[in-house]
């Protein structure tokens, strides 16, 4: 391998000296390439590679990474791992103390604009990345969020409260209970909007379980996130805090929503109902789907366009209900061919209270799971089909199986999307511990959109690469 060293304005001056810090992270073998081809930690370099040649700044290691690979930061604001015997020439050509901070302005206030409070939870709708430490830096307060995104300032008066600083996986009933309690509090001292930033992975979750906790809200209600940091170009971030913004300060539908980008092409954001959107990609931007029925709204540079027929409508009171609660000993069975019946005995054993079961077909499982589903009925145990189709509705009437299991107590959910029912079944055993009936009474029965009465006939859009129909649908929206 060929290195040679340049100084940190590639002029061939001397290395700055170097000591642990300085390769934060990094171990043998990468360590050693790094020493001596006399590059650091934040060095600019062109690194020659059997696969072709690299140009970025070297990022530092987490403890948990592995030896082998050297990090680069392109220009592009993606990372590359580069294998540590792929490197036939690492060449330093600078040096950049990279700690960026997110630009901090006074948001302007105008009294003619709606007030609007922002609740952090943890995901970061804005941010810059410390190339020091690899860590995202959130732009947060109202001063981070105008320097960032300035926009925001034409559209509303912005409040931010930072709840919580957890991964959107750590979410749960606690953070629930508090974000539940601290909006309701939020629209009675009189906002005309609330924002939650919240991270992408499970923020269907937390719109479900605030449509049932927050009940009949007279203002919107926008979850928000983005699906890529806002250090990148392709970038999601400011367009849907936009979007979000909007809809909270200026927006006629006064429910739960998750506002995120439409389209890839950011031409718009739709927002989706709490109770019947899901993530649907892992990291594509328009990740976000209304499933069994069609977005709310869209949002784009002209405002906002119905698509649904009906919503419930903005007020002028500060009315509104929380019923914050929250049962933890709930599950969501995924079934699978050749289920055995220990694993339903095993949550019955465990004291669950309650199980959501994503059946096939039109809500079946097999026969060797019926003795474990009789003895959970026996104990007391709450038992509700869904389906894993995601579309279409639970109909345990048209085959044996499905008739076999409603004999053993379990309870169709019509269309229900097998995360909202999860939440639902949390919130209604928090709500009615010890009435099994209310509890059932409260499964079937709607709160907030999560069972419709049927399926729109333009709703199912899910074409298969390929196939004629879409080749021509395709043909008809470039030409």
Known sequence: MNTKSVGPNGAGAADEVADAEDYKGYREPALGLLKQSHVTVWSTVVAVTSSGRFEGLVLPRSETSDAEHLVLKLESGYNVGLRYDTITELTKTGYRKAIYKVPEKEFPRDDSKPNVVLFGTGGTIASRLDYRTGAVIPAFTPGELYGSVPELADVCNLETEKLFGVFSENMGREEYLVLAERIGKAIREGCDGVMVGHGTDTMHHTAAALSYMVQD?????????????????????????????????????????????????????????????????????????????????????????????????????????????????????YYYPNMQADIVDAMVEKGYRGIIIAGTGLGHVNRLVYPALERARDAGVQVYMTLQTLWGF?????????????QLGVIPLANMLPEAAYIKLSWALGLHPDDPDRVRELMSTPVAGEITDGEPHDGYLLFQGGVPEMKELLSKTLS
């Open 394 to 406: 639970v109909q345990m009437n048209v085959y044996e199986t499905g008739r076999e299991i409603l």
């Open 217 to 333: 809200p007279p203002v919107p209600i926008v979850m928000v996130g983005s699906q890529r940091s806002s250090d990148r170009p392709s970038s999601d971030a400011a367009r849907n805090l936009i979007a979000a913004s909007y809809a909270a300060a200026h927006g006629p539908i006064a429910e739960v929503m998750v506002c995120m980008l439409g389209p890839t092409s950011h031409s718009y954001n739709l927002l989706h109902r709490g109770t019947r959107v899901r993530k649907m990609h892992s990291s594509y931007r328009s990740t976000f789907r209304t499933l069994g029925d069609v977005p709310l709204a869209m949002v784009n540079d002209e405002g906002l366009t119905h698509i649904h027929e009906t919503w419930k409508p903005r007020r002028d009171d500060r009315e509104v209900t929380i019923q914050a609660a929250f049962c933890d000993r709930v599950t969501i069975l």
